[in-house]
């Protein structure tokens, strides 16, 4: 039985959880709200945050996992990608508790454990399968034939999906973080009503710095002619500019999977969390054949379960880091 203590400290979330013997007992997660009123993360405020609730939280999981600290087998942690600052804090306190208590650690992709987040809960996907990842940094799909083996097939030459969201909110005057706040409203408008400009990129890839311009000229031609545009019609905005969105990330995972010939999906990210790219990827399920994987809520923003399974996954396989392993802010796939 092993016992793996996950820390998660990538962006501005903080983050600890507890894996026994392949199932995650907890998931603590401690938020930051101070960043809503710069409109965006500040790195510098992240990691101050990170210093003062890591020992809390990380205490929190330990006692109500009802678990002694040296009963701890390993440690998994964030090393990257993420903000520098942020994955210094997860990084020096996951080093100095392994040392402390002479344990193996496990450094982990922040994108891959996304990815790993399916085999917390049952059912899983079986491997191979595909995942699209969709997150504020990351878009991409991927063939995931093992956990220490998964193929990019495509992925954002420019900006990510979840970028696209939250500037797009910014557009309509919506508070940070805007995504949410779309689907929100999404939910109340017409999503067809208002066309915006969807890049095309070849093979798999995607781009989605067009639709972003798109959306600004097209605001700006009609704030010109009606300064209560955006206000009177918000929610109809708001659909038209998800489903667009939406309906890119679907046309390449739809090809993807008719590439690779398999038909096991998932999602994986923040942005999986959006419903309606949920909603329908549960009805493209039924239409086109797919078993579709989508994680419980809790799993799918920044989180330490996903790094606690991780963990779990790469103990089995052997799979440890050194104490001279540095924090990778762009850490290769």
């Given amino acids: 039985m092993a016992v793996i203590l996950g820390i998660e400290s990538s962006c501005d979330e903080t983050s600890a959880s507890i894996c026994i013997n392949g199932k995650v007992i907890n998931n603590e997660i401690a938020s930051q709200a101070i960043h809503a009123q710069y409109g965006g993360v500040v790195p510098e405020l992240a990691s101050r945050e990170h210093q003062r609730n890591i020992v809390p939280i990380v205490n929190h999981v330990i006692h109500h996992a009802s678990i002694n600290v040296t009963e701890l087998d390993a440690i998994a942690y964030t090393r990257g990608p993420g903000l520098l600052g942020a994955l210094l804090v997860g990084n020096s306190f996951a080093k100095a508790m392994a040392a402390s208590l002479n344990i193996p650690l496990i450094p982990v992709h922040h994108m891959k454990a996304h990815v790993l987040a399916h085999f917390i809960d049952d059912p899983n996907p079986a491997y191979p399968f595909i995942c699209l990842t969709v997150s504020g940094g990351h878009t991409q799909i991927l063939k995931v034939n093992s956990p220490t083996d998964m193929d990019i097939l495509g992925q954002t030459k420019d900006d990510a999906v979840g970028e696209a969201f939250d500037k797009a909110a910014k557009l309509l005057g919506l508070p940070y973080p805007g995504g949410p706040m779309i689907d929100k409203l ?51 905005l708001a659909a038209s500019i998800q489903q667009t969105l939406i309906s890119m990330l679907l046309d390449k995972l739809t090809k993807a999977t008719r590439q690779e010939n398999i038909n096991q999906v998932a999602i994986a990210g923040g942005v999986s969390a959006n419903s309606g790219l949920r909603k329908v990827l549960e009805l493209n399920s039924k239409e086109l054949g797919w078993d579709v994987f989508i994680p419980d809520f809790q799993y799918c923003t920044d989180n330490a379960g996903m790094i606690a399974i991780s963990g779990h996954l790469l103990y089995e396989h052997g799979s440890f880091g050194k104490i001279t392993d540095s924090p990778l802010p762009r850490m290769p796939f």
């Fill in 186 to 236: 999404a939910k109340d408008g017409d999503p067809y009503r208002f066309k915006f400009a969807e890049s095309v990129m070849p093979a798999l890839d995607y781009s989605f710095s067009g639709i972003k311009t798109s959306i600004l000229y097209f605001l700006r031609k009609e704030l010109k002619k009606d300064k209560g545009f955006i206000k009177n019609n918000l929610t109809d």
